[in-house]
T-cell receptor, first 111, second 114 residues
Framework: SQQGEEDPQALSIQEGENATMNCSYK?????LQWYRQNSGRGLVHLIL?????REKHSGRLRVTLDTSKKSSSLLITASRAADTASYFCATDATNAGKSTFGDGTTLTVKP | DTGVSQDPRHKITKRGQNVTFRCDPISEHNRLYWYRQTLGQGPEFLTY????????KSRLLSDRFSAERPKGSFSTLEIQRTEQGDSAMYLC????????????FGQGTRLTVV
């Protein structure tokens, strides 16, 4: 079974609006990462947040991490049609050598 | 730096045939990962290498699957006696082995077993 679960499974918004996606996980982690995947393509790394960090920003992206609740959120501000993609969270569990992915949130941004 | 390269991008094969995929990681990266992704799902871990050593294999990697990284550079993933359930996107990624480092993914190989 997957470590992370994203919520919602699908999200549809208008261009210019903000999009928020959530991720919950089960075990202790070293870090949590967010990736984007356009249809039929590989994954693009967006941001990594370490277990001792609570918030991180990169351009229009804001990620929060709450290790006490084992959850993270990804906020995309001022969304654009080009942001349409699937977004996945992935966790690197403590003492694990690989990332474990959730099933993603499919974001549609309407122009 | 050309990123992670996978070949072929698409493969259609008949059930029962063997297929082999290749992954060329970013040259400085000593870790290489294989994942499988089916439609509507997130990537599922298959196996990973540190240099030429295969350090972990998922239970998903049945006896029909084998992966190698003979010189610690490129890697191959072979599926023997393919089944329709093997149809998926096979993704390769590479990274440094230090803690809290990002992985870079290739474009994937789309396998269709007919």
């Amino acid at each position: 079974s997957q470590q992370g679960e994203e919520d919602p499974q699908a999200l549809s918004i208008q261009e210019g609006e903000n999009a928020t996606m959530n991720c919950s996980y089960k075990t202790s982690i070293n870090n949590l990462q967010w990736y984007r995947q356009n249809s039929g393509r590989g994954l693009v790394h967006l941001i990594l947040i370490r277990s001792n960090e609570r918030e991180k920003h990169s351009g229009r992206l804001r990620v929060t991490l709450d290790t006490s609740k084992k959850s993270s959120s990804l906020l995309i501000t001022a969304s654009r049609a080009a942001d349409t993609a699937s977004y996945f969270c992935a966790t690197d569990a403590t003492n694990a050598g690989k990332s474990t992915f959730g099933d993603g949130t499919t974001l549609t941004v309407k122009p | 730096d050309t990123g992670v390269s996978q070949d072929p991008r698409h493969k259609i094969t008949k059930r029962g045939q063997n297929v082999t995929f290749r992954c060329d990681p970013i040259s400085e990266h000593n870790r290489l990962y294989w994942y499988r992704q089916t439609l509507g799902q997130g990537p599922e871990f298959l196996t990973y290498f540190q240099n030429e050593a295969q350090l972990e294999k998922s239970r998903l990697l049945s006896d029909r699957f084998s992966a190698e990284r003979p010189k610690g550079s490129f890697s191959t993933l072979e599926i023997q006696r393919t089944e329709q359930g093997d149809s998926a996107m096979y993704l390769c990624a590479s990274s440094f082995s230090r803690l809290n480092t990002e992985a870079f993914f290739g474009q994937g190989t789309r396998l269709t077993v007919v």
